[in-house]
């Protein structure tokens, strides 16, 4: 099978959308730090019908690995092509994809091969955006509070080597310091994780690190670069052999890079950018001078949602999302916990319609053409627990409302850490802080012990929740949350998911 190419895009079946626009006119505006599969599903997607629509041909994405080759092995090859393919079924349930060939990556750098082509890139005179898809623990941030957490390796790596920098805030800040050196303009830096003010977190740990190096370029960067807040949604799970068989079948051409994902699209950021942007908005995204409702309504459904689904549904053996909302007890628990305890919490938003979008929601969950792991979502719990579902506990705690079923979705993590689902299959805990929640596990089990039978899953549960990088300094002295995350922890131990999710009414 010929590799796709843009030699060979003649060759594609002609349903299949293809860049229509001159590439090798294009110039990299946009840095991107973390070209994985979100990305390239996302940011890309957007851009690509921004450039189709506008002509603008300043906007081309120089994408950046922070790991692995394996992104730009797979599309050096194929000059940076690759496919996209949007998943969903129609009313009779039949799966149907729609194909379209991306051309505005214009190629992959290896960060740890050579990281002063990256900061060369980010200090290119060409360079007007760098974002950044680099999950939460990318930010080398304490997760409960959001400040720079000065002893992760990475940090204390790239203050000691900011020629080679490894980590995210390393090759952001030497990049800049590039730019300033150089005497160029300043840039956007766009963070699109789902962290709660993405923007204002990246600008506070920029910041934080960019002052360790040189006080005077923290401060060209707080007065000339900007780093808008945005919400971004799709659905996009790791791409399978599988998928990349069926993409191929149906291209008819060798793609080793595909990626999948629902229909569904929501982009929206604020408009504040130093040096210009494409013409998103003709892509789906929607700009706005304060995009902090949005994140909140998104992080604390959708992602919220997500992660109580995951560690419910990976500790019952329920191996995708599909499956696991396919569930009756469970559809109605998530359905319950979005519409009791997580929309009373949502700022207002002029013109939502909460339930629409959480109907909307259980059935973008429901999309059986995604197959997205539960595994996946449970990854890195003690980066995503803080904003996903302890921000929505704090402020039911000061309403003083109930926090049952938000518990039960808590509890599914300090369950679900065990390590072991229910029908005995092990897994390894992925996560930046698994050493450290190993030790707070044993010394939970200490402390239940000591504490003797009646009062054991208290005792535990106070331990578990002292666990201050996520849970912070109150949570675990919050005798409400404690109790009500150690009665669900019990039932959940005793009688397993299923039963629990059946007192759960
Ligand atoms: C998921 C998200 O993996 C996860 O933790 O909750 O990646 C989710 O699929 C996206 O945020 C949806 O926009």
Known sequence: ??????????????????????????????????????QRAHLAAVNEAALHASGDRRWGIAGVSLRSPETRDALAPQSGLYTLALRDVDEAGTPRTSLQVIGCLLGVQVAPEDPAAVLARIAHPATRIVSLTVTEKGYCHDPATGALRTDHPDVQHDLMRPDAPRGTLGLLVSGLRLRHARGLPPVTLLSLDNLPSNGHLLRGLVLAFAERVDAALARWIADHCTFPCSMVDRIVPRTTDADRAQVNAALGLEDAWPVVGERFLEWVVEDDFAAGRPAWDVGGARFVADAHPFETLKLRMVNGAHSALAYLGAMAGLDTVDRAVATPALHRYLDRLMHEEIAPTLPALPGLDLDAYRRRLLDRFANPALAHRTAQIAMDGSQKLPQRLLSTVR??????????????????????????????????????????LAEQRAAAERAAAAAGPVQ?????????????????????????????????????????????????G
């Open 456 to 504: 054991a899953d208290e005792a535990r549960v106070a331990v578990l929740a002292g666990f201050a990088a996520v849970f912070g300094n109150d949570l675990g002295h919050d005798a409400r949350f404690v109790c009500t995350v150690a009665a669900h922890l019990r039932t959940l131990r005793e009688l397993g998911v299923q039963k629990t999710l059946a007192t759960q």
């Open 395 to 436: 402020d039911r705690l000061a309403a003083g409302a109930s926090i049952d079923r938000l518990a039960l979705a808590v509890a599914a993590w300090l369950h679900y850490l065990r390590g072991a689902d229910e029908l005995g299959r092990g897994y390894e805990i992925q996560d930046p802080l698994a050493d450290a």
């Open 1 to 38: 099978m010929a590799r796709l190419h843009p030699d060979t895009l003649a060759a594609l079946p002609p349903e299949v959308a293809r860049p229509a626009y001159d590439r090798t006119a294009l110039q990299a505006g946009i840095v991107h730090l973390g070209v994985g599969a979100f």
